[in-house]
């Protein structure tokens, strides 16, 4: 009994060490990816040149987590945990070398950022399925819900830190300071981490990473649509909209951007308590009405825009029901895909669903730039409900396979 408290008490203790390594990440990059769009928006950057800016850090964040999962797999999540943290410090200190600023030059450091990311983030989900114990289901949702919510959280925080450091210390020495707060968070978290996240006896083979369930899959093929349909308004054409076409300033952007991420983050921490208020169990059928409901916010935007409603208005209230829907959908999938990974190599499984997540990105963010550009902010929200209504019936199917 004495054995078993300390090792329910340990892993408690590598929770908050490995929740303390995904603020800091998560708070320069939110911060990051603000600055780079605010900053080179004020150099002339069109919008469809800043999006190309993220082309590689979406892509790479594809194959890292295709890789990513096998090497958690094999050599251990400390590992791919602090390879993610060290090569997001080298990022921001390299985007500082301004004379050396050029699309190609950002495009191959942004690439590294979205190596690091990702490195972190499936480090940080797959270990809580060690830590926690595969019958609590409950308790699995709700440690999820709460490392997946707070990171949200932080990352809203990090919009608004990007666009106050930017206003208030400039481009690179704001890169700086980032830079500097996650080496300490690393060096913290470094000396207090024990080695319950080391490698297992079990050694997969590079052709395991794709998964033979198909639960796995439809939620990995779900969750793609669902990050595109919130990328392809939100990353670009929301904050150069609310900059060119409602005159705001970069810190007002950046707080109107964090606000959402915090909304946002707060309801997916808070998913479990729902759920529970309504004596409801997080699984197929929960996902399925979430992605209707989703669907649902995005008529009611373009309804509202029908009968001619303020564009910013639309934008702004639509931002808020977005937040909420879709952050129960985000909770309710992340939540899935730990409980569905399979006991030996569930980084390969975390690995492959947030490869498809990645996918999601990537073309969210391109087409969010060359849709505004072409077409304006109100096109965005219509492909956006597209890539919900795709969404529904992967999700539906999801729901037979249960």
Known sequence: MLAATKTVNQGIKDYIQITLAYWGFTLTDGALRMLVVLYFHTLGYTPIEVAMLFLFYEFFGIVTNLFGGWLGARFGLKLTLFSGLFLQISALVLLAQTQ????????ALQAVSGIAKD?????AKTAIKQLVPSDEGSTL?????????????????????GGFLLAMFGYQQSLYILAAGLGIISLLVALRLKRSL?????????????????????????RCFLFASRDVWFVVALPVFLTMEAGWSSTEVGTMMAAWVIIYGVFQSST????????????????????????????????A?????????????????FA?????????????IVHYARDEGASMDVGLYYMANACGRLFGTVLSGVVYQQFGLLACVFVSGIFVAICVPITAKLKQNS
């Open 305 to 321: 825009a029908y009968f001619a409603l303020p564009l910013v208005d639309i934008a702004i209230l639509g931002l808020i029901l």
């Open 119 to 123: 490195l972190n983030k499936m480090s």
């Open 100 to 107: 050396w600023l050029s699309v190609a030059y950002v495009m």
């Open 272 to 303: 479990p308590k729902m759920f529970k208020a309504f004596n409801k169990q997080a699984n197929a059928n929960a996902a399925l009405f979430a992605a209707i409901s989703l669907l649902l916010v995005i008529l009611v935007m373009l309804l």
């Open 141 to 161: 949702f709700k440690w999820v819900a709460l490392l997946t919510g707070s990171k949200n959280t932080l990352k809203g925080c990090g919009f608004f830190l």
């Open 198 to 222: 080391e490698a297992k006896e079990f050694k997969p083979k590079f052709n395991q990473v794709f998964s033979s369930s198909s639960k796995v899959n439809l939620l990995s093929f779900a």
């Open 324 to 336: 909420i829907i879709f952050a129960v959908n985000s909770a309710i999938h992340s939540f899935l």
